[in-house]
């Protein structure tokens, strides 16, 4: 690990997190936005892809993720989490697996059940299923809102993370 990242706090959050937190080094940010996701009840959460460099002395450090924020139903500020880029394939075979286990699950009437996968940041997605139906979520923060949806649109955020490491990786990230 790099001199610029072991000055930031270990293990705690992601990579892009700490290296947003560097001091008297130089940030360069550069964002692009990769999909919106609608809950059910109005609010929306947006994706964009983050590459951070960070200059100190001669030293150049580079970190690659996605920051995921929510905005409740009348648009304003939520919550937000960021995901680094060696997250993404196991939070995108995460949600497949959410996916087919709400399909097996979906014509059974059985005890409430969740399925619920959390990132380094503590963002999480799952479905719960009841003798009521199955929803899916989307968890940002334990102590904000929640975005709700179908199930079958997990695959819209699974795509989000699809386009998201497609252009990290175009743009450089390696899975080291």
Excluded: C, W
């Amino acid at each position: 690990m790099s001199e610029i990242i072991e000055s930031a706090p270990e293990n705690q959050g992601t990579s892009v997190s700490r290296f947003l937190a560097n001091r008297g080094a130089i940030v360069v940010k550069e964002t692009r936005p990769v999909g919106r996701l609608k809950g059910e009840h109005g609010d929306v959460v947006s994706a964009e892809t983050m590459i951070l460099n960070v200059v100190k002395g001669t030293k150049k450090d580079t970190s690659y993720g996605v920051r995921l924020e929510r905005s409740d139903s009348g648009g304003d500020f939520d919550s937000a989490v960021f995901i680094d880029y060696d997250e993404l394939d196991e939070l995108i075979g995460a949600i497949d697996f959410i996916s087919t286990t709400a399909t097996q699950l979906q014509n059974q009437a059985r005890d409430y059940t969740e399925v619920t996968y959390s990132t380094k940041d503590s963002a999480k997605v799952g479905f719960y299923h009841s003798k009521e139906g199955q929803l899916a979520f989307l968890m940002l923060s334990d102590h904000r809102g929640n975005t709700f949806l179908p199930v079958h649109r997990l695959a819209i955020l699974k795509q989000i993370f699809q386009d998201a490491k497609s252009h990290l990786t175009a743009s450089g990230a390696t899975d080291d």
